[in-house]
């Protein structure tokens, strides 16, 4: 299949791309370019060549979150979102699956949740995820539209778990903020692999979280972290340090949300690294 793919250069799209590449697929990476305005023509033309359309754009959430760059945040996805449906919108032949991003900061960090529970967040990451998700639900009627809401990516080349390694370089494991707040993960193969499982079963539709069934606290993962990484040093980075230097941003950090893979079980998929400590065995 061809499949178009906006965010492609990024942590996940890399790999994301390269998995499905090796699957026998036609990645069609989105540049910025074609989201200008003066470019729409070329953008719907683009997806009317493609059989799947995935959304991964998005700036980094991990930097502190001034007036400027929230509305950078909004930006790269409320907005670039619309504009991948309006062009899903206005070409003759359109792509049979839109999957588009989220995150399970979409919940609430009190209680359990999945997807089912029809009930998001009052913060402003929560916030920006359900205006995000509404842009999606305008696809064409003849487009599937899947949104998956991603935990924490997991892998030791990027993202999360390469900023932790660095103190593990010196045996050290920090614990972020209280510690028992949950701490939603997802190995990226599993990733990659859950969105091969999407595609190949029309039946799944609407919201999928993306995340392992195993749900452990940040103390927990840290714990995890030291065992296999053999730190024999473990500190704790109060929550008012983290604020201190994060500011609003600092709240993905110290708290987490408490979220299950309903849907995903519902259907079948089956993980291969459902647990931390199978996960960092394969790594």
Known sequence: MNIAISGATGFIGKHLADYLTAQGHR?????????????????????SRCDVVINLAGAPINRRWTVRYKRELYGSRVHLTRKLVQALQSTVRKPSLFISVSAVGYYPSNGVFDEYSGI??????????HAWEKEVTKCPASTRWVITRLAVVLSPDGGAMKQMMLP????????IGPGSQSFPW???HDLCRTFQFIMERPEVR?????????????REFTRALARRYHAWLRL????????????????FLISGQC?????????GYTFETPTIHRFLEDT
């Open 120 to 129: 998001y967040g009052d913060d402003f990451l929560a916030e920006l995820c």
């Open 168 to 175: 593990l370089k010196a045996k050290v494991a920090l614990t």
């Open 236 to 251: 704790k980075v109060p929550a008012f340090c983290i604020r201190m230097f994060m500011g609003e941003a600092a709240s």
């Open 206 to 218: 609407g919201v999928v979280n993306l995340i392992a069934p195993e749900l452990i606290s940040q």
């Open 186 to 188: 997802i190995g990226m």
């Open 27 to 47: 990645v069609i990476p989105l540049a910025r370019a074609v989201f200008r305005e003066n470019m729409s023509g070329q953008l719907s033309q683009t997806l």
């Open 259 to 267: 979220v299950r893979p309903t849907r995903l079980e519902e259907f």
